[in-house]
């Protein structure tokens, strides 16, 4: 068999990671100690990110005719890549904080939407919170004002009842 049937299979399991993400991020993971990583992919694969260590040659591959191929530049030396198809800044904000204790993991840069960023683009990317995150601040804001005009309202209501209240009750002799 022939070394390209060989890694094909591969090639194929890349582009699956791949089709219909939202995000992809090439991380540079040479030197993290097991329990490190072991905690770092359980943290990956709970928010629905999919991280794995693939030859360059052949995620380029994979890659070629898609978004991701602006990958390219980033890919050299050894790389894993972290892949979302559901929270496009999770890969980037899950590793940077795992990269802030541990040396060894550093982003190498990624592709967000269909956006090549480098290393220090992909940083400022984490910083950005959860989709979760930014739909509770989004009703949040909504709610504010609703439940600042229903107080005022009450506190209207409660200021009219207040004068009827003191005419309708009878004068102490």
């Known amino acids: 068999m022939a070394k390209v049937e060989l890694k094909q299979p591969i090639v194929d399991e890349v582009k699956a990671m791949l089709d219909g993400a939202q995000s992809a991020v090439a991380v540079k993971y040479l030197g993290i100690t097991v329990d490190a990583d072991t905690k770092m992919r359980k943290e990956l694969r709970e928010n629905g990110v999919s991280y794995k260590v693939f030859k360059n040659t052949l995620i ?17 030396g050894p790389t894993a890549l972290a892949v979302s198809k559901s929270d496009a800044t999770a890969p980037a904000r899950i590793i940077a904080k795992y990269a802030k204790d541990i040396k060894a993991v550093e982003l190498k840069g990624g592709v967000v939407e ?7 683009q992909i940083a400022e990317i984490a910083n950005i919170p959860g989709r ?17 005009f229903a107080r005022v309202l009450k506190q209207i209501a409660e200021k009219d009842a207040e004068p009827a209240a003191a005419e309708e009750a009878p004068a102490e002799a």
């Open 60 to 76: 380029k591959r994979a890659a070629e005719g898609t978004d991701f191929a602006k990958l390219d530049p980033v890919l050299e």
């Open 114 to 120: 269909g956006n090549f960023y480098d290393e220090k």
């Open 132 to 148: 979760e995150v930014l739909l509770g601040r989004l009703l949040g804001s909504m709610q504010s004002p609703i439940a600042n």
